[in-house]
């Protein structure tokens, strides 16, 4: 919903604020991008985490997906 609030012109406007000291939130559309991919990042972590204490994972990719 918000992305299609925002359309494609809304991801290059800049972004209302900067935090001090990153470099890439200078768009709406980098910001994003970072945002996501940080978390991204985490559950990246997390995943491993569960499986090393033996619990099962969140996401387990299909065979076709571990093909791709």
């Given at each position: 919903a918000f992305l299609d609030q925002l359309g494609e012109d809304?991801?290059?406007?800049?972004?209302?604020?900067?935090?001090?000291?990153?470099?890439?939130?200078?768009t709406v559309g980098t910001a994003i991008q970072i945002v996501a991919g940080h978390a991204i990042g985490h559950m990246g972590g997390l995943t491993v985490v569960r499986a090393a204490s033996g619990k099962p994972r969140l996401f387990v990719p299909s065979e076709a997906l571990r093909d791709f």
């Open positions: 809304g991801l290059d406007q800049p972004t209302k604020c900067q935090p001090p000291g990153f470099v890439g939130f200078e």
